[in-house]
């Protein structure tokens, strides 16, 4: 079975800290995506990569980066924390190209006060 | 840009119902179309792919079908049970890695 971890189920921050959300993947799986998830508006894409090193920007990549170092890892970065920020954050993995299932992570739900 | 609805929000029905899920999208120029099944505070759990070039995905209780000339899929669960209360997010995939998240139904099978 695919497993997709996310480092940390609940977080909380205070406005103005540099956080980071891991998420690792244990499929070989080229292809790595962030989103966020707030009532009403749905799943929504920060970051995805399809390769070790490769980024793009999804719909809502402002006052976010991503790091992908390895190819099971794809870190998330709030460089400057944001009230605004608080939501469910999700990760998921896919094999490769636009046929293929995505595998979720459990979610870090992260507050920032 | 590619707008993805599901209605209603929110379903009850009692257990041993058949019911239906909607999903209604405007772009039909997609690669494939995915169902989600989510539990509170949880993540996603991928229940059913149909590929651009399917009609319909069967796997247990659970057929989804698709019609890309008129934008829609459906999630047929026959014979629900409380374990299904869920809230069931349908996503399609269009170009260049892009992935469209509807809102979601919450079902809740009443014992």
């Known amino acids: 079975d695919v497993k997709v971890t996310q480092s940390s189920r609940y977080l909380v921050k205070r406005t103005g800290e540099k956080v980071f959300l891991e998420c690792v993947q244990d499929?070989?799986?080229?292809?790595m995506f962030w989103y966020r998830q707030d009532p009403g508006l749905g799943l929504r894409l920060i970051y995805f990569?399809?390769?070790?090193?490769?980024?793009e920007k999804g719909d809502i990549p402002e006052g976010y980066s991503v790091s992908r170092e390895k190819k099971e890892r794809f870190s998330l970065i709030l460089e400057s924390a944001s009230t605004n920020q608080t939501s469910m954050y999700l990760c998921?993995?896919?094999?490769?190209?636009?046929?293929?299932?995505?595998?979720f992570g459990p979610g870090t739900r992260l507050l920032v006060l | 840009k590619q707008e993805v609805t599901q209605i209603p929000a929110a379903l009850s029905v009692p257990e041993g119902e058949n019911l239906v899920l909607n999903c209604s999208f405007t772009?039909?120029?997609?690669?494939?179309l995915q169902w989600f099944r989510q539990d509170p505070g949880k993540g996603l759990t991928s229940l059913l792919l149909?590929?651009?070039?399917?009609r319909e995905q069967t796997s247990g209780r659970l057929n989804a079908s698709l019609d890309k000339s008129s934008g829609r899929s459906t999630l047929y669960i026959a014979a629900s049970q409380p374990g299904d209360s869920a809230t069931y997010l349908c996503?399609?995939?269009?170009?260049?890695?892009?992935?469209?998240f509807g809102t979601g139904t919450k079902l809740q099978v009443i014992p």
């Open positions: 998921a993995s896919s094999l490769g190209g636009l046929s293929e299932t995505q595998y």
């Open positions: 499929m070989d799986h080229e292809n």
């Open positions: 990569s399809y390769d070790v090193k490769m980024k």
């Open positions: 772009d039909s120029a997609i690669y494939n």
């Open positions: 149909i590929q651009s070039s399917q």
């Open positions: 996503a399609l995939s269009g170009g260049y890695q892009k992935v469209t």
